[in-house]
């Protein structure tokens, strides 16, 4: 599977209009290859040089496979949002205090749809 932006390149900056500093949307972004018996996909979106360790700007599951684009979270429906580091689901949109951060968007190929409804805060900092 591949996935890109069309507003910014693999390890490029993250335009201001998509940080806390300017709009803070979401990130659009584009989904490639994804496997032909794939019953759902999930992702993570995260930042592992945050000061406090790892920070989960985004989680999502069940995405219809066949999207092959997620922009502004219009067309997700179905899939479900876990919590994120600042406990409550949704997108987070990067915000780092000083220096160079790296923003990992990691897609998964399931092949199953889960169970499972949004967890408590407690019990998604177990499962992710």
Same mark, same amino acid.
């Given at each position: 599977m591949k996935i890109e932006s069309d507003v910014f390149v693999n390890n490029g900056k993250i335009p201001i209009r998509y940080t806390?500093?300017?709009e803070g949307i979401q990130i659009p972004i584009k989904m490639f290859d994804v496997p032909k018996d794939a019953k759902s996909l999930a992702l993570i979106v995260d930042d592992p040089?945050? &000061?406090? @360790?790892?920070?989960?700007?985004?989680v999502v599951w069940n995405i219809d496979p066949k999207i092959s684009v997620i922009k502004?979270?219009?067309?997700?429906?179905?899939?479900?949002e876990g919590y994120t580091s600042l406990g409550?689901?949704?997108?987070?949109a990067p915000c780092? &205090?000083? @220096?160079?951060?790296?923003y990992n968007f990691k897609l998964f190929a399931l092949d199953t749809v889960?169970?499972?409804?949004?967890?408590?805060?407690?019990?998604?900092?177990r499962r992710y």
């Open positions: 806390c500093n300017g040089d945050a &000061p406090n @360790g790892d920070f989960v700007h985004w502004n979270n219009n067309n997700i429906s179905g899939a479900t409550k689901p949704g997108w987070v780092p &205090p000083s @220096g160079i951060h790296h889960l169970s499972m409804s949004k967890l408590e805060k407690k019990e998604s900092k």
